[in-house]
């Protein structure tokens, strides 16, 4: 089935820094999403890319999809103490209806 | 509070019982995705359920099973336990398309 490699699992940085994780696959994917969970909360949505290339920004958060459509990334520019969390991206393609496929997350830890 | 109700937050029981997780989706939505999250894992889709019927099936266990009621509220029902269920249960629900998932909060499974 299809998988997704997210990395890194997990990252310690300062308050200020900029941050950068990814996510591959072997499998080529429609949709890219990246979502973010806070502990005992459900993921929430941050961004959603629907075409190979795109580069969408929502406030501090930037992700692309990538050009083979077999990766993603998400950027955190000047990290902040509530950007704490576990980032997930998560790919769909047409053939799997609604279905979602999950990377393993990346534990984002934010020193003051 | 993303719209997503689940029933109940946590929930332990031991080994060999049968448990009732209750999901209700957000006004609006007719669709309700299950979702397993074990501990350092990404989240595996097990069950898609569209307007009461089953629309997709991951790689959902046997003793595990799931209903949409006409009021779109679902259940997931889980039996003869097992130390290895223990995890996060999360549902969500979409108008119909993958791209409008919003997550509840889960709920925590503690099989003893």
New interface residues.
Partial sequence: GQQ?N?SPQSMFIQEGEDVSMNCTSSSIFN?W?WYKQDP??????LI?LYKAGELTSNGRLTAQFGITRKDSFLNISASIPSDVGIY?C?G?VET??????????TQLTVNP | D?G?TQTPKHLITATGQRVTLRCSPRSGDL?V?W?QQSL??????LI?Y?NGEE??K?NILERFSAQQFPDLHSELNLSSLELGDSALY?C?S?P????G??????TRLTVV
């Avoid at chain 2, 998932?101 to 889960?106: D, E, L, N, P």
């Fill in positions: 997704l997210q949709t999403l005992g909360e459900g993921p929430v949505l959603a997930f998560a769909h799997s209806g609604s279905r979602l496929t999950f990377g393993e997350g | 993303s997503v669709s995705y979702y350092d894992q990404g989240l595996q889709f898609q569209y629309r997709a991951g999360f969500a979409s119909g398309t993958a791209y998932y919003t997550f509840g909060s889960g």
